[in-house]
């Protein structure tokens, strides 16, 4: 009987997790975007993506590189009247969130786990993400998705 209570939380918690949005996303001009971004909000309404404090979220950005590549550079930004990158965020795109090296016009997914730090500001706004060749320089991938704090 107590075995089959944990077992069924356990399960009520996997499909909670398992709550994954295809989200709307703008590409940067002149820079292959994706073809698709998935996240695990906590809730997902009027094309915004719900991201609570203190909680990790799974970025999954689907997209063919057009370049052989072999180290990836990663930033992320607030995009508002001056871009602010997101603190404490790993540069690092071969750290584990993509298949590295990657090969030209085979698809991959670029894997981020986001943490949504206590002292960022509640409020809605576009991020910008940017992934470049970290050797030449030459940007692989950029989109925007809308995102609310809460
Ligand atoms: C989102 O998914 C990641 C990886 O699957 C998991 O570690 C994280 O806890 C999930 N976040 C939420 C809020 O469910």
């Given at each position: 009987?107590?075995?089959?209570?944990i077992f069924l939380?356990?399960?009520?918690?996997?499909?909670?997790?398992?709550?994954?949005?295809?989200?709307?996303?703008?590409?940067?001009?002149?820079?292959?975007?994706?073809?698709?971004?998935?996240?695990?909000?906590?809730?997902?309404?009027?094309?915004?993506?719900?991201?609570?404090?203190?909680?990790?979220?799974?970025?999954?950005?689907?997209?063919?590189?057009?370049?052989?590549?072999?180290?990836?550079?990663?930033?992320?930004?607030?995009?508002?009247?001056?871009?602010?990158?997101?603190?404490?965020?790993?540069?690092?795109?071969?750290?584990?969130?993509?298949?590295?090296?990657?090969?030209?016009?085979?698809?991959?997914?670029?894997?981020?786990?986001?943490?949504?730090?206590?002292?960022?500001?509640?409020?809605?706004?576009?991020?910008?993400?940017?992934?470049?060749?970290?050797?030449?320089?030459?940007?692989?991938?950029?989109?925007?998705?809308?995102?609310?704090?809460?």
């Amino acid at each position: 009987m107590g075995f089959m209570y944990i077992f069924l939380v356990a399960c009520t918690v996997t499909v909670t997790w398992a709550t994954i949005y295809d989200i709307p996303f703008r590409s940067c001009r002149g820079i292959p975007g994706p073809s698709a971004i998935k996240v695990n909000c906590s809730s997902f309404e009027r094309e915004t993506c719900t991201l609570t404090k203190g909680q990790t979220y799974s970025i999954w950005a689907n997209f063919t590189p057009q370049i052989n590549v072999n180290a990836v550079q990663s930033s992320v930004a607030w995009k508002t009247w001056v871009e602010m990158p997101l603190p404490g965020q790993d540069a690092d795109g071969c750290n584990g969130y993509l298949e590295c090296p990657l090969a030209q016009n085979t698809p991959t997914t670029f894997t981020y786990p986001l943490q949504i730090q206590n002292f960022w500001m509640r409020r809605r706004y576009p991020i910008v993400w940017r992934l470049k060749d970290a050797n030449t320089d030459i940007k692989i991938l950029c989109f925007t998705f809308k995102i609310l704090i809460t």
